[in-house]
């Protein structure tokens, strides 16, 4: 079993619709849960972060955590073409090394 | 932009050849992690340094070193490179604080090995 697992994807959304991107991990002592969106060639950026069980909203992104159910998931509301990235899920368990996912591809068609 | 810096931006080298690239962390950070991302995949954890010291190591062989300098810039070297080494290396820093370690990563470099 993977530590960190996602959809690889491709999520196909038509612009203005909702995207949700769902990430699972193993490690039940994890601690701090990250979501980075990444462009072709291009390095990681993060936009959100949550460490505590619930929704955390910023902007058009919202991070939800269950660690009981060890899942993490990213909504992006109103959805743009600019959008369309690799989204990673990574997942620290308070330690030195944070584990990403492979990443769900997402595509927002205009 | 981050304020963490990579360089060099691309590099090419051949089988058994060893190189050094180079990043520096954002100003206030004093931790910088390496990771290594193949195409299609997520970064791997290759190590992170915290205050000039290694303070955790991923699977990864021992030809694949680093240093941290006192103003918490870094290294990565990777000794006797093989065709498998092509790939994105992103440096990423952060400030620790207890338990959370949210890291910020540079543009990366983007490493050939024909």
């Known amino acids: 079993q993977k530590e960190v697992e996602q959809n690889s994807g491709p999520l196909s959304v038509p612009e203005g619709a909702i995207a949700s991107l769902n990430c699972t991990y193993s490690?039940?002592?994890?601690?701090?849960f990250f979501w980075y969106r990444q462009y072709s060639g291009k390095s990681p950026e993060l936009i959100m972060f949550i460490y505590s069980n619930g929704d955390k909203e910023d902007g058009r992104f919202t991070a939800q955590l269950n660690k009981a159910s060890q899942y993490v998931s990213l909504l992006i509301r109103d959805s743009q073409p600019s959008d369309s990235a690799t989204y990673l899920c990574a997942v620290n368990a308070g330690g030195f090394k944070t584990i990403f996912g492979a990443g769900t591809r997402l595509f927002v068609k205009a | 932009e981050t304020g963490v810096t990579q360089s060099p931006t691309h590099l090419i080298k051949t089988r058994g050849q060893q190189v050094t690239l180079r990043c520096s962390s954002q100003?206030?950070?004093?931790?910088v992690s390496w990771y290594q991302q193949a195409l299609g995949q997520g970064p791997q954890f290759i190590f992170q340094y915290y205050r000039e010291e290694e303070n955790g190591r991923g699977n990864f062989p021992p030809r694949f070193s680093g240093l941290q300098f006192p103003n918490y810039s870094s290294e990565l070297n990777v000794n006797a490179l093989e065709l498998d080494d092509s790939a994105l290396y992103l440096c990423?820093?952060?400030?620790?604080?207890?338990?959370?370690?949210?890291?910020?990563f540079g543009p990366g470099t983007r490493l050939t090995v024909l």
């Open positions: 990423a820093s952060s400030s620790r604080q207890g338990m959370r370690d949210t890291q910020y």
């Open positions: 100003s206030g950070h004093n931790t």
């Open positions: 490690d039940r002592g994890s601690q701090s």
